[in-house]
């Protein structure tokens, strides 16, 4: 039986996100696709496997599948971000964590958040001064919104180099 859920995951919370995916194959669900913001899982209680998100160094497009490793398999992709599934068996159930690459892949998602946030600094004085000249409510609406995606650019950006710092005092 297959199930599709929607779930929000911004990319500071790709840990977040890759432990719900294996929360769920825990419980017999099997990541079987992805799409923004929705998952599909099929049920399968029979097969163990754990999940992986990784950055990819380019954005992948329609069904461009990158090179895996062999035991490795290929769900999809959104954007950059790689969804892999690994079958567990005795030799690999340790889950180690590799603590360089994870602060190598938060250091890209910073990088890839750092530039929107120093972007929207300019739109807000922009839309601040219009909203000067002429006070109106959709200029107000625009620049709640832009003061909106500043802030949670920032906020990835300040989240993800306070977690990089805990790795690496750890």
Known sequence: MSKTIFKVFFAFDYEKEQLWINEMSYKGYQLTSVFPFFYTFEENAEDDYIYSLDLSDKCLLFDDAPKLNENCIFIGHIGRWIYTKKKITDTNSSNAININSQIDTLKQVRLM????????????LYSARLFEESPSISTFIILTMILTLDFIGWYAVIKTTSRIKHLQNH
């Not at 958040?113 to 807000?124: E, G, K, N, R």
């Open 113 to 124: 958040h750092l530039p929107l946030a120093l972007c929207f600094i300019s739109l807000i």
